[in-house]
């Protein structure tokens, strides 16, 4: 692991110009690194393919209903389903069929998935969509994804200790948001980059290389209707926040709200609820990746406690409580939730 202290500030070496396509990108920085043996590369690119699938399901989910109603089947024979479940079946797919991936953890499904691939070097923990309240509903969702070297032999059976590795401990990270336009976002562990789908090509262009978001913001994202159970400190901020007219943005999907804070500037909350008191969102495949995104592009992810990237994890579906976006915004609010300065060490996986 390279212990360097990560420093997002600085433009990465192999930046490519807007407008190339992610195929091109992932091959570039694949010759880049003299051992890398393209298993990697292959990876994310059978993500990409799942991911213009799910924005294909997703552009014409209102179509399903009138095109397959109820109990009907579709072309390939299977029962119409819902979109969350549709997007597990294609991520899980692409990744079996890909080769790579020898396990999988899915928001969707309560254990491990096995692929069958037990000579593949990695896994996979994913949320296949994202933002379940607005599926149905033709608002922005997202698909979330964290990719670990596994720690089990290669050829044995892959076991949980593979995904419980730790934030730090992740060799890529990324999210597909499907909005306006459907963007996958992602870093192997240096500069954070997006590419916007050009569904007449069919490909994946680079649209916004290196992000870096902006150090401070006016924007805060959290669900207003839970305010009245929010702790104190939590409150006392945003107060604040409305004091100095801050803009109040809350979509419901983290990834639409994280990706309209990480390009503007602002703060995602989930505090604890009475409802959820360790926070609703799930650490291995919402706030790890998340996190280790934002830490690449300047941000800062947090819960009550300490770093998110810090947090040892001891359940594959465990949840935590999330503060995520601009530096200057997360550190006023744990100087509130936390008065003791939240560990700032920053991540070092890279490959
Ligand atoms: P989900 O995995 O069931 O979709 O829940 C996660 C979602 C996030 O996308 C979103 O930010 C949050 O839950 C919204 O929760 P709430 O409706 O409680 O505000
Ligand atoms: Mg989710």
Redesign the pocket.
Known sequence: MNTAPFDPTHAHPLALPVGTTLDRYIMHRQHAFAFATGELSQLLRDIALAGKIVHREVNRAGLIDLTGGMGQQNVQGENQQKLDVIADIRFRRALTNGGEVCALIS?EEEEMILTGNNKGKYVVAI?PL????NIDVNVSIGTIFSIYRRVSPIGSEPTIADFLQGGHEQVAAGYILYGSSTMLVYTTGHSVNGFTYDASLGEFILSHPDIKTPQDGATYSC?DG?VDSYGIAVKTYLTLCRKRQFSAR?I????A?FHRNLLKGGIYL?PPTPANPNG???LLY?CYPLAFIAERAGCRAVNDTESILNIQPTDVHQRTTLYIGAPVMVDELMSLVNPKPVSKQASTAAI
Do not use: A, C, I, M
Request: hydrophobic share 15%; no cysteine; glycine share 10%.
């Open positions: 928001e949320d994202d933002g379940s309240s669900n839970n809350y419901g999907s983290l990834v709200d989930y609703k969102l799930r919402e």
